[in-house]
């Protein structure tokens, strides 16, 4: 696709398709953000921008899986 654009989206519209899929988030600035998916969400369109973004080099992608919190024994 030209023009960096999924579905006439661009990557400055992150912000938007994180509160359009109802999807949690923590900024460090305007270059960073960690978002908090959880398993029932179906966030296509932002994972659709995600992988445009890594591919053209303009962004990098780490996945991490959450453990509930515990107390030791």
């Not at 923590?26 to 591919?55: C, Y």
């Amino acid at each position: 696709m030209s023009g960096g654009l999924i579905c006439g989206v661009t990557a400055e519209d992150f912000p938007t398709e994180i509160a359009v899929a109802g999807l949690l988030s923590e900024w460090n600035g305007d270059r960073h953000v960690a978002v908090d998916i959880p398993p029932e969400a179906k966030p296509s369109t932002l994972f659709d921008i995600m992988q445009r973004e890594v591919s053209e080099g303009r962004a990098f992608w780490k996945w991490a899986d959450a453990m509930p919190f515990s107390t030791q024994s």
